[in-house]
């Protein structure tokens, strides 16, 4: 199974900034569609945060509009989500999903991101 790998969380203090990256291993798979969830605790469930597709068009959630960027690399199945001016609500674990032709849709295991002074 073709798995995207998310790295880049960690700890920092409110109005700092992270970038959380995404990696689909595999030569052949072609993406046309990623995106950024998170929950925000344990028994939630994950909401969305940001995506991007194959011509660039990107959306996000209106509380991240104005501070998240989500990215892609031309040509590559990697993914990146650009965040400044954290706030602790920020705080969640974040998931990378992927869609891509004959693959099935696939979640990332998460990663960690604590905004807290």
């Known amino acids: 199974q073709t798995q995207p790998v998310e790295s880049g969380g960690g700890l920092v203090r409110p109005g700092g900034s992270l970038r959380l990256s995404c990696v689909t291993p595999?030569?052949?798979?072609?993406?046309?569609?990623m995106a950024w969830y998170r929950r925000q605790a344990p028994t939630q469930e994950r909401q969305f945060v940001a995506s991007v597709v194959n011509d660039g068009f990107a959306s996000y959630e209106d509380s991240v509009k104005d501070r998240f960027t989500i990215s892609r690399v031309e040509g590559e199945n990697t993914v990146f989500l650009q965040m400044d001016s954290l706030k602790p609500e920020d705080t969640a674990v974040y998931f990378c999903?992927?869609?891509?032709?004959?693959?099935?849709?696939?979640w990332g295991q998460g990663i960690q991101v604590t905004v807290s002074s």
């Open positions: 999903y992927i869609k891509g032709y004959g693959i099935t849709p696939t």
């Open positions: 595999g030569k052949n798979v072609e993406l046309y569609y």
